[in-house]
């Protein structure tokens, strides 16, 4: 077993005692509309006790587990109990989960992003559970006068055999919640998990089927009010004045304001990115009639910067393309030298439009501000950043901030930057009353904090004996200087050089599913596609032999190339045996391969197209994964899966364009999204068993199927595709 | 303003609002009924859908005022314990990710499975195409669907 010493945040572990506002108890009567069944009304102790921060045990052995992470579709709310569940050795059937509200004194990292909650977790939420474990084993030890050592624990069971011992969690509950928290606990082996790698179903899923309240745009509040922004309709426009007076009768208007969202005093955070400082407010008694009154509201902008078009963000981007940087952001060789004695050279230049997160559940926050406290509620994934941005903009301490999370319908990235949450906040300390701020599918599709815009152009050298010898990148995007320079091929080629430039823009972008990965992988992995049949060699083998260069005999200082090259491999391999490669391309199907390493987990995928069709379909997809310990496969592959509909999609028909700084997408009738009929017909998921620590899962597979679906084009049309959507260059899939 | 008495998962109840407000917005704000979802506002994405009679409908353009006589159905109402089978396929099939569209999809298969029982993947493809799920479950979707379809009168 391992040891491992309680340091991590022993205030973690002490008892909940400690929790500001009791937030073992929900304080929210928006939830109790959100009935027990009879069966877990009939299955609920009389009494709990708390044994930690994550976890209190009832005196039936029922265990509650607070999950610490928001919830955006990534399923943590499911998979981070888990493994607090497999280390307290509790019967999985017998764990209520509840959604943590936000308690930095107790939990780590209450946030969404960067598919690092159960990477970031894992150490934490184990010892949490172990140090449960220890203390329910020292309160048998002392209520049967044995040794610890000697004491068993298995499904919510203490036993001690010599004696014939043994009882339930519930017996011992009052007696543990009493016992010192240990300094040090004993972790399981990874060989004795009995609930991490097995398939637990989503644990809000029969509320998710029967409709219950969950969401943030769900919450119902005595005395709240229905609020409404109204932001410039371009970026480059800011507000002047309106005529308020004519829609403040309107039938249900309470009242029409404007807002200084983030005045200069306010102490900004990472999370305020794309705030729109003036708004203006609509508050009324229902969302139908602030709709009503938003429609008619005249609102007059001026101009406060230049009005950007995507004509001038495409010449502009092209324009970096062809400078060269004083400071490339790697250097190895002698990259000029190389391609002077290149056999083959070939180049090639990629682009992505913006685009829109347009996550499902539109924009929305629970606010009720007034000079004493402030208490939120919604979907947010980083509330910790929240919090401070509020205590400078509310003039408020934290303590006088109560933050609790809702499931979030979707995140992609868009709910890390919180500016909604924000503008509920000053919407109801001027009201001085409850209100819920819900943003129209306009308002959230034109806001802004899109994925940039990006243009990469490659460079590669062949040797007459189809060796790749030099490589040259260069990369820019708005606002962003998009690549990750010690990611592949870096490490596997002598001569290698990246430039990345960043170009200014009004347009507010922010992180999107997998950011800079979601662009760069796909073009990297169509123009190694490309570079690899230039060599006249096999996709597939092309890489391999990469990948062998880069573990031999790694170019540069190892440890500055951040994949590990066997790690790589072995996902391409296996993708290879799963998909049956050899002798590809088969009749009536055309397929492409591709592997990208991000968010520290490696994939590999092939895909097929079905060529019987007027436009080519994806008829199936194998992925190859591996992100280490899978703590739910089930759970897991709905992530793989999901992220290779997202990328096809995305890549194949979405994009947000502007004219004059006015988003030109403004709902789904013209920003299209990938459907049903559009979306592979299969998909399997294949999962290294190495035992590795977890690492991210909820990102990775999507940036290489675009370089997979770009692939199997070309081998299905002839066509190679260079610029997305894929849709804009002729040929069409679905 | 006017008055309307609306027959709600099998309930008459009275709602005074403008004539001209949507189902979506009657259902979610007077009834208390949040779990028909916004999405779009212009029926592009169907996380709105609720059944009118047996037909699966648009509720967010669905003005209360043409409403009439005819029965709504949301998913609160769709089986009284939550077991119609395609809840139960939706629960084997752990489809959801987010689960906001989860409503509307749901909805949608259940009428839709009421007019053909044994559909092919492509009649399921095709009515369920009106349906956005942003997460991307479209292949957990289909096969709660066949699995609904092969177990049970729907």
Same mark, same amino acid.
């Given at each position: 077993?391992?040891?491992?010493?309680?340091?991590?945040?022993?205030?973690?572990?002490?008892?909940?005692?400690?929790?500001?506002?009791?937030?073992?108890?929900?304080?929210?009567?928006?939830?109790?509309?959100?009935?027990?069944?009879?069966?877990?009304?009939?299955?609920?102790?009389?009494?709990?006790?708390?044994?930690?921060?994550?976890?209190?045990?009832?005196?039936?052995?029922?265990?509650?587990?607070?999950?610490?992470?928001?919830?955006?579709?990534?399923?943590?709310?499911?998979?981070?109990?888990?493994?607090?569940?497999?280390?307290?050795?509790?019967?999985?059937?017998?764990?209520?989960?509840?959604?943590?509200?936000?308690?930095?004194?107790?939990?780590?990292?209450?946030?969404?992003?960067?598919?690092?909650?159960?990477?970031?977790?894992?150490?934490?939420?184990?010892?949490?559970?172990?140090?449960?474990?220890?203390?329910?084993?020292?309160?048998?030890?002392?209520?049967?006068?044995?040794?610890?050592?000697?004491?068993?624990?298995?499904?919510?069971?203490?036993?001690?055999?010599?004696?014939?011992?043994?009882?339930?969690?519930?017996?011992?509950?009052?007696?543990?919640?009493?016992?010192?928290?240990?300094?040090?606990?004993?972790?399981?082996?990874?060989?004795?998990?009995?609930?991490?790698?097995?398939?637990?179903?989503?644990?809000?899923?029969?509320?998710?089927?029967?409709?219950?309240?969950?969401?943030?745009?769900?919450?119902?509040?005595?005395?709240?009010?229905?609020?409404?922004?109204?932001?410039?309709?371009?970026?480059?426009?800011?507000?002047?004045?309106?005529?308020?007076?004519?829609?403040?009768?309107?039938?249900?208007?309470?009242?029409?304001?404007?807002?200084?969202?983030?005045?200069?005093?306010?102490?900004?955070?990472?999370?305020?990115?794309?705030?729109?400082?003036?708004?203006?407010?609509?508050?009324?008694?229902?969302?139908?009639?602030?709709?009503?009154?938003?429609?008619?509201?005249?609102?007059?902008?001026?101009?406060?910067?230049?009005?950007?078009?995507?004509?001038?963000?495409?010449?502009?981007?092209?324009?970096?393309?062809?400078?060269?940087?004083?400071?490339?952001?790697?250097?190895?060789?002698?990259?000029?030298?190389?391609?002077?004695?290149?056999?083959?050279?070939?180049?090639?230049?990629?682009?992505?439009?913006?685009?829109?997160?347009?996550?499902?559940?539109?924009?929305?926050?629970?606010?009720?501000?007034?000079?004493?406290?402030?208490?939120?509620?919604?979907?947010?994934?980083?509330?910790?950043?929240?919090?401070?941005?509020?205590?400078?903009?509310?003039?408020?301490?934290?303590?006088?901030?109560?933050?609790?999370?809702?499931?979030?319908?979707?995140?992609?990235?868009?709910?890390?930057?919180?500016?909604?949450?924000?503008?509920?906040?000053?919407?109801?300390?001027?009201?001085?009353?409850?209100?819920?701020?819900?943003?129209?599918?306009?308002?959230?599709?034109?806001?802004?904090?899109?994925?940039?815009?990006?243009?990469?152009?490659?460079?590669?050298?062949?040797?007459?004996?189809?060796?790749?010898?030099?490589?040259?990148?260069?990369?820019?995007?708005?606002?962003?200087?998009?690549?990750?320079?010690?990611?592949?091929?870096?490490?596997?080629?002598?001569?290698?050089?990246?430039?990345?430039?960043?170009?200014?823009?009004?347009?507010?972008?922010?992180?999107?599913?997998?950011?800079?990965?979601?662009?760069?992988?796909?073009?990297?992995?169509?123009?190694?596609?490309?570079?690899?049949?230039?060599?006249?060699?096999?996709?597939?083998?092309?890489?391999?032999?990469?990948?062998?260069?880069?573990?031999?005999?790694?170019?540069?200082?190892?440890?500055?190339?951040?994949?590990?090259?066997?790690?790589?491999?072995?996902?391409?391999?296996?993708?290879?045996?799963?998909?049956?490669?050899?002798?590809?391309?088969?009749?009536?199907?055309?397929?492409?391969?591709?592997?990208?390493?991000?968010?520290?987990?490696?994939?590999?995928?092939?895909?097929?197209?079905?060529?019987?069709?007027?436009?080519?379909?994806?008829?199936?997809?194998?992925?190859?994964?591996?992100?280490?310990?899978?703590?739910?496969?089930?759970?897991?592959?709905?992530?793989?899966?999901?992220?290779?509909?997202?990328?096809?999609?995305?890549?194949?028909?979405?994009?947000?364009?502007?004219?004059?700084?006015?988003?030109?997408?403004?709902?789904?009738?013209?920003?299209?999204?990938?459907?049903?009929?559009?979306?592979?017909?299969?998909?399997?998921?294949?999962?290294?068993?190495?035992?590795?620590?977890?690492?991210?899962?909820?990102?990775?597979?999507?940036?290489?199927?675009?370089?997979?679906?770009?692939?199997?084009?070309?081998?299905?049309?002839?066509?190679?595709?260079?610029?997305?959507?894929?849709?804009?260059?002729?040929?069409?899939?679905? | 303003?006017?008055?309307?008495?609306?027959?709600?998962?099998?309930?008459?109840?009275?709602? /005074?609002?403008?004539?001209?407000?949507?189902? =979506?917005? #009657?259902?979610?704000?007077?009834? &208390?009924? !949040?779990? *028909?979802?916004? @999405?779009?506002?212009?029926?592009?994405?169907?996380?709105?859908?609720?059944?009118?009679? /047996?037909?699966?409908?648009?509720?967010?353009? =669905?003005? #209360?005022?043409?409403?009439?006589? &005819?029965? !709504?159905? *949301?998913?609160? @109402?769709?089986?009284?314990?939550?077991?119609?089978?395609?809840?139960?396929?939706?629960?084997?099939?752990?489809?959801?990710?987010?689960?906001?569209?989860?409503?509307?999809?749901?909805?949608?298969?259940?009428?839709?499975?009421?007019?053909?029982?044994?559909?092919?993947?492509?009649?399921?493809?095709?009515?369920?195409?009106?349906?956005?799920?942003?997460?991307?479950?479209?292949?957990?979707?289909?096969?709660?669907?066949?699995?609904?379809?092969?177990?049970?009168?729907?």
């Amino acid at each position: 077993m391992t040891l491992i010493k309680t340091t991590y945040n022993r205030r973690s572990f002490l008892k909940s005692s400690t929790l500001a506002g009791g937030g073992m108890i929900l304080g929210f009567n928006w939830l109790a509309s959100c009935k027990p069944t009879p069966e877990q009304v009939k299955n609920m102790p009389k009494e709990w006790f708390d044994i930690n921060g994550f976890l209190k045990i009832g005196d039936n052995g029922m265990v509650t587990i607070m999950s610490p992470n928001p919830e955006i579709g990534q399923n943590v709310k499911t998979s981070m109990p888990m493994i607090i569940a497999d280390e307290l050795g509790v019967d999985w059937k017998d764990v209520i989960v509840e959604q943590a509200p936000l308690n930095t004194d107790i939990f780590q990292r209450q946030l969404a992003g960067g598919s690092q909650s159960i990477r970031a977790g894992w150490s934490g939420l184990r010892m949490a559970g172990a140090t449960a474990r220890h203390m329910l084993v020292a309160a048998a030890a002392d209520a049967w006068q044995v040794d610890t050592s000697e004491i068993t624990v298995d499904n919510g069971v203490i036993s001690h055999g010599a004696s014939n011992n043994s009882a339930g969690f519930g017996d011992m509950a009052s007696k543990a919640a009493t016992m010192p928290v240990p300094e040090e606990v004993q972790l399981k082996e990874t060989s004795d998990f009995s609930i991490i790698g097995t398939d637990k179903r989503n644990v809000d899923g029969p509320n998710l089927v029967t409709g219950k309240p969950l969401f943030g745009i769900d919450i119902q509040e005595e005395g709240m009010m229905i609020a409404m922004i109204v932001h410039p309709p371009a970026f480059g426009l800011t507000y002047k004045s309106m005529d308020a007076d004519a829609i403040k009768s309107m039938p249900g208007i309470k009242d029409v304001f404007p807002i200084d969202v983030y005045p200069d005093s306010v102490e900004k955070q990472w999370s305020d990115g794309g705030a729109i400082n003036k708004l203006v407010a609509i508050v009324g008694e229902s969302t139908w009639q602030c709709m009503q009154a938003k429609k008619a509201l005249k609102v007059e902008w001026e101009t406060s910067s230049s009005l950007e078009s995507t004509e001038g963000h495409d010449e502009a981007l092209t324009k970096l393309l062809n400078t060269s940087s004083k400071e490339p952001a790697r250097k190895d060789g002698d990259v000029a030298g190389a391609f002077k004695k290149a056999a083959q050279i070939i180049e090639r230049t990629y682009s992505a439009p913006f685009l829109a997160h347009n996550t499902m559940e539109p924009m929305n926050f629970y606010a009720d501000v007034n000079g004493e406290r402030a208490l939120l509620n919604g979907p947010i994934q980083t509330p910790e950043f929240l919090e401070k941005t509020l205590a400078s903009r509310l003039e408020l301490p934290v303590d006088k901030i109560d933050i609790k999370m809702t499931r979030m319908g979707g995140g992609f990235g868009r709910r890390l930057y919180g500016t909604f949450g924000v503008e509920a906040a000053v919407i109801s300390q001027k009201m001085q009353t409850p209100i819920k701020l819900v943003y129209t599918r306009e308002d959230d599709m034109t806001q802004g904090t899109y994925r940039p815009t990006y243009k990469v152009k490659y460079k590669a050298g062949l040797d007459s004996e189809g060796n790749l010898i030099a490589w040259h990148v260069k990369g820019a995007g708005s606002n962003d200087d998009l690549l990750f320079e010690n990611r592949f091929p870096a490490g596997a080629v002598d001569n290698y050089l990246a430039e990345k430039f960043s170009l200014e823009s009004v347009v507010t972008t922010g992180a999107w599913r997998a950011p800079r990965s979601n662009f760069v992988a796909g073009a990297e992995q169509a123009f190694i596609d490309e570079v690899a049949e230039a060599a006249g060699k096999d996709p597939i083998e092309f890489r391999l032999e990469l990948f062998d260069r880069a573990i031999k005999d790694p170019v540069g200082e190892p440890e500055k190339n951040d994949y590990d090259p066997e790690r790589y491999a072995g996902v391409l391999k296996l993708v290879r045996e799963k998909s049956g490669w050899e002798g590809s391309q088969k009749n009536g199907t055309s397929r492409g391969v591709s592997a990208y390493y991000c968010h520290n987990s490696y994939v590999a995928q092939v895909l097929d197209l079905n060529n019987d069709s007027k436009s080519p379909k994806v008829n199936k997809v194998w992925c190859a994964v591996d992100c280490g310990i899978v703590i739910n496969p089930m759970a897991a592959k709905n992530q793989i899966e999901g992220g290779i509909i997202d990328g096809i999609g995305h890549a194949s028909y979405s994009e947000m364009t502007f004219k004059d700084g006015q988003p030109q997408h403004k709902n789904f009738d013209t920003y299209r999204l990938i459907r049903h009929k559009e979306a592979p017909k299969k998909i399997e998921s294949y999962f290294v068993d190495n035992g590795i620590d977890p690492t991210g899962l909820g990102e990775p597979s999507l940036p290489p199927i675009i370089g997979a679906l770009a692939n199997a084009l070309y081998q299905s049309t002839g066509q190679r595709h260079y610029n997305q959507p894929f849709i804009t260059e002729k040929s069409v899939i679905g | 303003m006017a008055k309307f008495s609306l027959k709600v998962n099998g309930k008459t109840q009275e709602v /005074d609002v403008d004539p001209s407000t949507p189902m =979506l917005w #009657v259902l979610r704000d007077h009834l &208390k009924l !949040v779990g *028909t979802k916004f @999405g779009c506002g212009i029926a592009q994405c169907g996380a709105c859908t609720v059944h009118l009679g /047996d037909n699966a409908v648009r509720s967010c353009q =669905l003005p #209360v005022s043409a409403i009439g006589e &005819k029965s !709504v159905t *949301t998913i609160e @109402g769709l089986s009284e314990n939550g077991d119609h089978p395609v809840q139960k396929a939706w629960l084997e099939e752990d489809v959801y990710q987010c689960g906001y569209c989860q409503a509307g999809q749901i909805m949608n298969a259940s009428a839709f499975l009421k007019r053909n029982p044994n559909p092919t993947d492509t009649e399921i493809e095709d009515a369920m195409n009106g349906n956005i799920c942003r997460c991307g479950t479209y292949t957990r979707i289909k096969k709660a669907i066949k699995n609904a379809a092969s177990t049970s009168n729907v």
